[in-house]
């Protein structure tokens, strides 16, 4: 089973980049699916995800209206479209896979049971 993330680089402020994430070895269409990041000394942190199928989505509150997360099902792959990206996006951003998630939980990373290896990104002013 694994998760590749994939579409980070670097981008100045104000600027667009659209992050992968490719799942395999297992059907995740059933799934949450989200987004964390971690910026250099700071704890990782919540960005979006998706409740299973049902396409409800959260966001933490400093990317809303500039972040739109989506899946693709028959590619069994999640994306994270990032515009208007802030010099306080950088970081490195993680996508996550939770098979038996609830509603409440999907924003807390504990509740996650399959991770990615994380893509660099790193926003200039």
């Known amino acids: 089973v694994q998760l590749q993330a994939s579409g980070g680089g670097l981008v100045q402020a104000g600027g667009s980049l659209r992050l992968s994430c490719a799942a395999s070895g297992r059907t995740f269409s059933r799934d949450t699916m989200g987004w964390f990041r971690q910026a250099p000394g700071k704890d990782r942190e919540f960005v979006a995800a998706?409740?299973?199928?049902?396409?409800?989505?959260k966001y933490v509150d400093s990317v809303k209206g500039r972040f739109t997360m989506s899946r693709d099902n028959a590619k069994n792959t999640v994306y994270l479209q990032m515009n208007s990206l802030k010099p306080e996006d950088t970081a490195v951003y993680y996508c996550?896979?939770?098979?038996?998630?609830?509603?409440?939980?999907?924003?807390?990373?504990?509740?996650?049971?399959?991770w990615g290896q994380g893509t660099l990104v790193t926003v200039s002013s």
């Open positions: 998706i409740f299973r199928n049902s396409g409800t989505t």
């Open positions: 996550a896979a939770g098979p038996n998630l609830i509603l409440s939980e999907i924003t807390r990373s504990r509740g996650y049971t399959y």
